[in-house]
């Protein structure tokens, strides 16, 4: 079953590389990867251009688009594979059989529509900060909080259309808003170890603008309870319990960011 991997960019140059390098090192042969470039003058294109030339899986454009989910939507209707998965220009593969695994999982479940496991945060070097284990899944539990772990998640692409795919007038939680969607039509399986690395730098915007992103989390969430008709007022509680806590780990993570680099030491 061929797996379309699907990264968006723009002005990437400092971690393009290693993204790029960690789809094409896949073990599993029936792959496509498909680069959506917001039109990037910093060299991106010139590296996605000469990957290019010398690998006909690399299908890419770069243009203005109206967003992050307009440019995932986009890199999802170019791509052919049955299986498709968003790896953003700052996130890589762990290793070379993550695709494999997927394969494998997704094969002996035809029932199921998408597949999530682990992740590693990592520093700006590639070098290891902290591992978030895949989470012990039910749709309740996804209500509560996201639980999903955005470049660990594979998905079918017939059941992302189904489901509209990314909303674009979200900002941050587009994939907390579709993993809602795709949890209404089936729970994921689940592949029981760390599947990508998600690169923590002064520029990575989820986690400059953590607070924006978990306040339209919410917001997401408290349109979902209101339209199931679900009592609201324990959610509240939660996130406002949730918020400060998130906010600490997001600041503890970027320490450790920094203090990782040359000459200092993780805590």
Known sequence: MKISVIT???NSVRHIEKTIASVLGQSYHD????????????GTVEIIKAHAARDARIRWISEPDQGISDAMNKGARMASGEIIAHLHSDEFYL????LSGV???LSARPEAVWLTGGFHFVDGAGRFLREIKVRRYSYR??????????????????????????D??????????LWLRLGALSDPAILNRPLSCFCVHD???SLAQAGDAYAEEFRVRLELLKARGFWSF????????????????????IEAAGNSEPGGSLP
């Open 203 to 205: 520029g990575s915007r």
């Open 141 to 166: 539990r996804l209500i509560h909080s996201n639980i999903i772990l955005h470049s660990a998640t594979f998905v079918r692409r017939t059941a992302f259309l189904e489901v509209g795919g990314f």
């Open 31 to 42: 792959l496509e990867y498909v680069i959506v470039d917001g039109g990037s003058h910093d």
């Open 234 to 253: 324990p959610y509240l509680v939660e996130y406002l319990v949730k918020k400060r806590l998130n906010r600490l780990f997001v600041r503890r993570l």
């Open 168 to 177: 674009l007038s979200l900002n941050f939680c587009m994939d907390y808003h």
């Open 95 to 98: 290793d070379r059989d993550v």
């Open 103 to 105: 394969d494998s999982v």
């Open 8 to 10: 968006i960019c723009y």
